[in-house]
């Protein structure tokens, strides 16, 4: 049974890190899938930290899982509004104007 709790906090790690790195890569939108992986990973550290009574682990995850719940409520309520544009897309980067003959960053 120790197995069961052990394995759900290694799959709620995998989850949690493997969606921020792939929103962070840029090959995942912060949408419903994001949102998602988060509740679920959330869900597994609340189960393995139960098990082992690391109460401060269990508190961060509770709001680590409403935080997700919200934004999935919310995303589920903006896509069906019909012309409002979708707020998890990426955020564009802009390169400041650097004037001729100065140096920026991409020279360090």
Not at 60 to 79: G, K
Not at 98 to 103: D, F, K, L, S
Request: aromatic fraction near 12%; hydrophobic fraction near 55%.
């Amino acid at each position: 049974m120790e197995l069961l709790f052990e394995a759900a906090g290694w799959a709620g790690a995998a989850a949690i890190l493997g969606a921020f790195l792939s929103v962070s890569m840029g090959w995942l939108k912060a949408g419903r899938a994001f949102q998602t992986a988060n509740l679920l990973g959330a869900c597994a550290f609340i189960i393995n930290g139960a098990f082992h009574e690391a109460w401060p682990s269990v508190v961060a995850n509770i709001a680590w899982f409403l935080i997700s719940a919200v934004a999935l409520i919310r995303l589920c309520t903006v896509r069906r509004m019909p012309g409002v544009p979708d707020p998890t897309g990426p955020l564009p980067i802009a390169k400041a104007f650097v004037e001729p003959g100065t140096r920026d960053n991409s020279d360090y």
